[in-house]
C-alpha cells in the first residue's frame, strides 16, 4: 500500500479514485506546523532557529498520517505545486522523521497542475525529491513576515495605541490606498472647455469632429481655459467654409490577452462581476479541486495560483480544434499563439489557468454548478479559447477638415473605426475600468476637397477629475506591477487590511480608514525604507532568486535583520509626543485642512487660544486642544493657566464630533425644509451622522445609511432621509398598505407585519410596488426566513453525520452543521479553514449553547468544580485575596498573548 499526501479531502477522495485500490490517499488539512505566537519562534541570535508548532487541530491529522505511512510500502507527497505545496509536503516529511515513521520506506514527490486522472497518472510517472531551494525561499519568507510583524506590531502599539498591526506586504499595500487617497485630496480642478461640431457629408450623413488646431497652433484638452475663449472659437466655425483637408485610413490589428494568470483572473473577475478578490479564489479552488459532473468528481480548472501566461501543447491543439469546429477555420491562426511570462523565476511560473478539458463547454457544466462558479469556469474558458483564436482586423479612419473664416481658421478631426474581421472578438473582450466602444463609431465615405455642411456646434465646459480610488483590482494590478507579493498572497493580503480596519469599501472602491492613514504616516516617518516600493520588490526578487538556487536564504536574513533591528532600537526611545508632532506635519492636509478665510486650522475653535493636534487613547486617535487640563476634569485644584479646553473631534475635519456630541464646528445648516419652514442640519451623535428637523424637545432624526458619506449630503438627500417611512401603495392582494424605510438590519419593504430586505439604501427611494409585492413573497415563501446562501466553501461530512460548511451571514463567516453555527475568528479566512478547526468551533458552540454531547460533559464538570470550590473556600477562606489577584495576573498575561498573536497572524505568506 503507497501513501499519498495532498492537502484538502475534496482532491483527496478524488484522486483516491483515480489511483485505486493500492493508494491510500490522505489530507494534511493545509500546514500542519506554524511558528507560534510567541517571542522566540525566529531567533536572530541563534543562525535564524525557528520553532515550529503543532496544535491539536492539526496532531490528530498528523497522528493520523504517522500510522499510516508506518503500514506502507511508500510515501508519496503530493501538495499543491508551488512554493507552499512544497513547504507542507517539507513539514509533512520533517515529522514524520521525528517520528521515526518512515526508517527505510522510500519517499517521493509529485506535483500536478490540473486533478484530472491523465494528469495525477502522468505525474505519477515522474517523481522527484524535494525540492529544497523552494523550501529554503519559503522559511525565508516566513521568518521575514514573523520578524516584521512581531518586531514592528508591538512598536505601534506603543507609539501609536489603538494600531493593530504592521506587515511586510501588507503595510506596503496600504500605503498605496493611502498615497492615492493623499493625491486626491492635493488635486485641484481645472476649467477647460472643448468643442464639438455636428456635421453632415456631401452624402447626406451625420457625424461629429472636435477641434484640432486653431489658427495653425495644435489645441491640446486643457488648452481652452474659459467658455468666452470656446465661443470665440465657435462662432469662427460658425462663420467659417468646411472643406475635408484629408481622409486617412489605415488598418489595426488587436490580438487576444494572454490566458488568465491569478492576478488578471482577480482583475477581470472584479471587473465583470463585482467578485472580490478572496471570492474569486474561494470559487477558483472549488473548481480546481472538482465538480461531480455526470457522477464523476471532475476537477474543471489548472491550478489557480501562478504567474505563467502559457499552456501545455496538447491544449493549445484543443483550444485551436475547438475553434476551427466552433467558430470557423478563418478564426484559428495559422501558427499557435504562444506567450511569454513576465514572471522573474520560471521555477515559480507555472501553467496559466485554463479548463482542464477544453470541449468540456460552460453550458455543458453549468446545471452542475452554483451561478458565481458557472460564471467563472465561462470566463476562464472563452478567455482560454479567446487567446488562441485569430487577432480581430479593424480600419481606423481619420479625417481632418479645415474651417476657413475672416477672422481666422481652425481644424476639425473626425476618428472612427470599423471592424473588419472581429476574429477573438467573437468570443472575448477584456473588461476595461475606462471602456469606450470605438469599433461602434463609424464614418461616412468621403474624399480629398469634398465641401462639408455644418449642422451645429456646441461648446461644453469640463474640470479635470482626480485619479480614481483603486478597486481591489486596480490594486492588484499596481502591486503585481511593482513586483509586490506573489499570486498566493494578493487576496489574503486585501482581506487583512480590511479585517484591520484599515481600509473599507466603498461601493469597489478602498477607502483608507483614518486608522489606516495613521499608521502609514507612521511608517513613513520612521521605518520609511522598509514601506519602499523599491525596497518590498527587490526582497520580493530575492525570495525568488533564493527559490532558483542563487542566493543562501540565511544570507538575506541576515542582511535585512541587521539594518532593521537597528531602526526599530532607534524609535524605542523616541517620546509619543515627538511622534505625534511628526504625524501632524504629515496629515496635515488631511487633518488639517486650509480654510478659506485664512485663520490657522490648527486654532482651537472653541477656546481660540489652544492649538489642535493629534491624540492618541486607547480607543484610538482623535483632534483634541493643547489647553486639555486633566486636573480640572478630576475634580484637583485646576491649573488656570492656561484655561481647561475639552474640545476633541475625529481627525477628519469637518466631519466629526465635539465634546457635546455636535460636528466640529457645530451642526452644519442645510437649508429649510420647504413644508415646515425648519431647519434642517446635519449632525454627529455617538452612534455616526444623522439629520435632524427642527430644534424641538423631541426633533425628527434619521441616521445616514451605510455607504452614504458626510461629505455628499445635502438638503434633498437630508429630506429624503427624514421622509421615510415611505409608502409604496397598497397591496394588490389585500390592500393594506406597503412602506418602505431603514432599520437597523438595513433597507427593508414593510406589509402586514412581513419585513423583506432590499439590496440597497437607494432602492428605498425608488422601489415600486411590483418590486415590493416580489419580495415580500419571497420573504414568505420562506417562511419568514432568511434565503439560504451557496456555502463559500463544503468541508466534508461531521462524524456524527451531516455535512460542515462554511457561510456567509450578516455578521461573517460562520461554520455551519446541523443547527449549530460558529462564527469564525476575525481575520480567519473562510477559504483556508479546515475541518479540523471548524470541528472546534461546533464543539465550543455546542458547549456554550448547551447542544449536544459538549454541552452535557460541560455541565457535569462544573458543578464538579463548583462543588470543590466551595469545599477549599471552607478550609481556605484567607487565601481568596490571593487567588484574586493571581487570576488578574493570568488576564494580563492572556492579553498580551492575544496581541503577540495579533501581529503574527499578519505574516504575508
Known amino acids: 500500500m503507497d501513501i499519498v499526501i495532498v492537502e484538502s479531502p475534496a482532491k483527496a477522495k478524488t484522486i483516491n479514485k483515480y489511483l485505486g485500490s493500492n493508494y491510500q490517499v490522505l489530507a494534511s488539512y493545509g500546514h500542519v506546523r506554524d511558528l507560534p505566537a510567541k517571542d522566540g519562534s525566529v531567533d536572530p541570535d541563534h543562525d535564524f532557529s525557528m520553532v515550529w508548532d503543532v496544535d491539536s487541530k492539526s496532531q490528530k491529522r498528523l497522528n493520523d498520517i504517522v500510522r499510516a505511512v508506518k503500514g506502507a510500502d511508500r510515501l508519496i507527497l503530493a501538495t499543491d505545486p508551488d512554493r507552499e505545496g512544497e513547504a507542507i509536503s517539507w513539514h509533512v516529511l520533517e515529522v514524520l522523521n521525528q517520528k521515526k515513521a518512515l526508517k527505510d520506506k522510500p519517499v517521493q514527490r509529485v506535483v500536478f497542475n490540473a486533478i484530472t486522472k491523465k494528469s495525477i497518472l502522468e505525474a505519477m510517472e515522474k517523481p522527484r525529491d524535494i525540492d529544497a531551494p523552494l523550501v529554503e525561499a519559503y522559511l525565508a519568507r516566513r521568518a521575514l513576515d514573523y520578524l516584521v510583524g512581531f518586531t514592528l506590531s508591538p512598536v505601534l502599539w506603543r507609539k501609536l495605541p489603538g494600531a493593530r498591526s504592521a506587515g511586510r506586504v501588507q503595510s506596503v499595500a496600504l500605503r498605496l490606498v493611502c498615497d492615492r487617497e493623499a493625491e486626491i485630496e492635493r488635486f485641484v480642478k481645472q476649467e477647460y472647455w472643448s468643442v464639438l461640431a455636428n456635421l453632415t457629408s456631401a452624402g447626406g450623413a451625420a457625424f461629429q469632429a472636435r477641434l484640432a488646431a486653431v489658427d495653425g497652433k495644435k489645441v491640446g484638452r486643457l488648452d481652452i481655459p474659459n467658455g468666452d475663449e470656446a465661443a470665440r472659437i465657435a462662432a469662427l466655425i460658425e462663420a467659417a467654409t468646411l472643406n475635408v483637408a484629408s481622409v486617412e485610413s489605415k488598418p489595426q490589428r488587436r490580438h487576444p490577452a494572454p490566458p488568465f494568470t491569478t492576478s488578471t483572473l482577480q482583475q477581470e473577475a472584479s471587473r465583470k462581476f463585482g467578485f472580490a478578490a478572496a471570492r474569486t479564489m474561494q470559487i477558483a479552488q472549488k473548481l480546481y479541486e472538482g465538480a461531480d459532473i455526470g457522477g464523476e468528481t471532475v476537477g474543471l480548472i489548472t491550478y489557480m495560483r501562478t504567474d505563467g501566461v502559457q499552456i501545455a501543447g496538447e491544449a493549445i491543439a484543443s483550444a485551436r480544434s475547438v475553434i476551427g469546429k466552433s467558430y470557423g477555420e478563418e478564426y484559428v491562426p ?16 507555472h501553467e496559466a489557468i485554463r479548463p482542464t478539458e477544453l470541449w468540456r463547454h460552460p453550458r455543458d457544466v453549468a446545471r452542475y454548478l452554483d451561478p458565481d462558479a458557472a460564471r467563472l469556469y465561462e470566463l476562464v474558458w472563452k478567455r482560454t479559447i479567446a487567446s488562441q483564436m485569430e487577432s480581430a482586423v479593424l480600419e481606423r479612419t481619420t479625417i481632418d477638415i479645415t474651417a476657413k473664416a475672416p477672422a481666422g481658421s481652425a481644424t476639425l478631426r473626425a476618428t472612427g473605426s470599423v471592424v473588419r474581421f472581429d476574429g477573438f472578438l467573437t468570443l472575448y473582450q477584456e473588461g476595461r475600468d475606462d471602456e469606450e466602444d470605438e469599433e461602434s463609431r463609424r464614418l461616412p465615405a468621403m474624399s480629398e476637397g469634398e465641401a462639408v455642411s455644418r449642422t451645429s456646434v456646441e461648446t461644453s465646459q469640463h474640470f479635470t477629475e482626480p485619479p480614481a480610488r483603486f478597486t481591489e483590482a486596480t490594486l492588484v494590478k499596481k502591486m503585481e506591477e511593482l513586483g509586490i507579493g506573489r499570486p498566493s498572497t494578493y487576496a489574503s493580503t486585501l482581506q487583512t487590511l480590511r479585517d484591520r480596519d484599515y481600509v473599507q469599501l466603498d461601493g469597489k472602491r478602498l477607502v483608507p480608514e483614518d486608522k489606516g492613514r495613521l499608521v502609514t504616516a507612521f511608517l513613513e516617518s520612521f521605518f520609511n525604507r522598509y514601506v519602499g516600493f523599491d525596497f518590498t520588490a527587490d526582497l520580493e526578487e530575492k525570495l525568488d532568486r533564493i527559490s532558483a538556487g542563487e542566493l543562501s536564504w540565511k544570507d538575506v536574513l541576515r542582511d535585512f535583520w541587521n539594518d532593521f533591528s537597528g531602526s526599530v532600537h532607534e524609535i524605542k526611545d523616541l517620546r509619543v509626543s515627538e511622534v505625534l508632532e511628526a504625524l501632524n506635519e504629515m496629515l496635515a492636509a488631511h487633518v488639517f485642512p486650509p480654510v478659506t ?34 486636573n480640572k476634569l478630576d475634580g484637583k485644584e485646576p491649573n488656570e493657566n492656561p484655561p481647561h479646553c475639552g474640545y476633541t473631534r475625529p481627525l477628519t475635519a469637518g466631519g466629526g464630533a465635539d465634546g457635546d456630541g455636535e460636528m466640529a464646528d457645530g451642526p452644519k445648516l442645510l437649508g429649510q425644509d420647504p413644508e415646515t419652514g425648519l431647519d434642517v442640519t446635519l449632525r454627529s451623535g455617538r452612534f455616526g451622522p444623522y439629520v435632524q428637523l427642527g430644534e424641538e424637545a423631541k426633533p425628527k432624526r434619521a441616521s445616514l445609511p451605510r455607504g452614504w458619506q458626510v461629505g455628499d449630503m445635502d438638503l434633498e438627500k437630508a429630506l429624503m432621509l427624514l421622509s421615510l417611512p415611505r409608502e409604496v401603495g397598497p397591496h394588490p392582494e389585500d390592500g393594506k398598505p406597503i412602506s418602505a424605510g431603514i432599520g437597523r438590519y438595513g433597507p427593508f419593504v414593510l406589509h402586514d407585519g412581513t419585513y423583506a430586505n432590499l439590496e440597497s439604501a437607494d432602492e428605498v427611494f425608488s422601489v415600486g410596488i411590483n418590486r415590493a409585492v416580489s419580495a415580500l413573497a419571497e420573504k414568505r415563501a420562506r417562511g419568514n426566513r432568511r434565503a439560504t446562501a451557496a456555502p463559500l466553501k463544503e468541508l466534508g461530512d461531521h462524524p456524527d453525520g451531516g455535512p460542515i460548511t462554511v457561510q456567509d451571514g450578516r455578521y461573517g463567516p460562520y461554520v455551519k452543521w446541523a443547527k449549530i453555527n460558529a462564527t469564525l475568528p476575525k481575520g480567519t479566512d473562510p477559504a483556508n479553514v479546515t475541518v479540523e478547526e471548524a470541528l472546534a468551533l461546533i464543539e465550543a458552540k455546542a458547549a456554550k449553547s448547551g447542544k449536544g454531547k459538549t454541552a452535557t460533559a460541560k455541565k457535569t464538570t462544573t458543578k464538579k468544580v463548583a462543588t470543590t470550590k466551595k469545599a477549599t473556600a471552607t478550609k481556605k477562606a484567607p487565601a481568596k485575596k490571593t487567588a484574586a489577584k493571581k487570576t488578574a495576573t493570568t488576564k494580563t498575561a492572556a492579553k498580551t498573548k492575544a496581541s503577540a498573536k495579533d501581529a503574527v497572524a499578519d505574516g504575508d505568506s
Do not use: M, W
Open 597 to 630: 478665510d485664512g485663520v490657522d486650522p490648527r486654532k482651537c475653535p472653541a477656546c481660540e487660544t489652544g492649538r489642535l493636534s493629534i491624540k492618541v487613547s486607547r480607543f484610538g486617535a482623535f483632534v483634541g486642544c493643547s489647553n486639555y487640563n486633566k
Open 334 to 349: 495559422e501558427k499557435p499563439r504562444h506567450y511569454s511570462s513576465k514572471a522573474k523565476n520560471a521555477q515559480e511560473a
